[in-house]
């Protein structure tokens, strides 16, 4: 191991997001041969790391992607504090965290990893990765409601980017975002005048749910990972600076 920042570190070693990493390094909860880490703390080879108390080995562990069909009620956080929080529920052998997010009503794909450059490549907005979901609203599909929502609708301060929507049935619509909005699909719903009764991630870039039973996860198979890795080959890994849950 070279010298590396500890976010890096934290990251790398599959112990938590670069995004967590920093927010743990500001919290003082992170040290570095005893001495409290700053924002910016390089690691050189042979030092130890401490996070509240429990050391991080580096390289200890293999790397982990897992598809995980998530049922409603189930929070994407990897706080204790949050009784139904997904690491706990799925007590996976591996320290891993999610990446991205889908809010607690919602269902369906997430994935989850320990491979923090792999997060901040997929999860970054700039990046414009799709994701897939399947929404039921509370009232017939519209063409009107279908060209609003596909054109780019005002929420939270700022325009949706254009986006692919299609009618399913009377009441499902088909819509795949590149941008990841606090509670984006819901909110642009309102919008129009419809609530969101259901909502479900089928895919994520190249990954598909496909019939996964909820609340169980697979590993994502080496055809999928080698395809993946081809898609964010040019993406940016700066770490992710999330706007909020993703849909």
Do not use: W
């Not at 706080?79 to 891993?96: C, T």
């Not at 986006?163 to 909110?187: A, F, H, P």
């Amino acid at each position: 191991m070279d010298e590396i920042r500890i976010n890096k570190y934290l990251s790398e070693a599959g112990f938590c997001s670069r995004r967590e990493a920093d927010r743990k390094v500001e919290a003082g909860e992170v040290f570095i041969d005893g001495e409290l880490a700053q924002m910016g703390s390089k690691v050189r080879p042979g030092q130890q790391v401490y996070v509240n108390g429990q050391r991080v080995e580096y390289g200890q562990e293999p790397a982990v992607l897992i598809a995980f069909n998530k049922p409603a009620g189930i929070v994407c956080t990897m706080e204790k504090r949050e009784k139904n929080n997904v690491i706990d529920f799925l007590q996976y052998p591996y320290r891993i965290y999610p990446i991205g997010r889908l809010d607690k009503e919602s269902t369906g794909l997430l994935l989850l990893t320990n491979q923090g450059d792999l997060v901040n490549k997929m999860m970054r907005s700039g990046n414009a990765h799709e994701k897939e979901y399947l929404v039921t609203v509370n009232k017939e599909v519209t063409e009107e409601f279908l060209k609003g929502m596909r054109g780019g609708v005002p929420i939270l301060d700022t325009v949706t980017r254009k986006c692919k929507v299609e009618k399913i049935d009377k009441k499902r619509i088909r819509i795949v975002l590149t941008q990841g909005l606090n509670r984006q699909i819901r909110r642009m719903c309102e919008y129009f005048g419809y609530r969101v009764v259901a909502l479900k991630r089928v895919r994520i870039m190249n990954i598909s749910l496909g019939n996964l039973k909820e609340g169980t996860y697979r590993n994502v198979t080496e055809e999928e990972y080698r395809e993946l890795l081809a898609m964010i080959a040019h993406s940016s890994n700066e770490p992710v600076r999330y706007e909020g849950d993703l849909e």
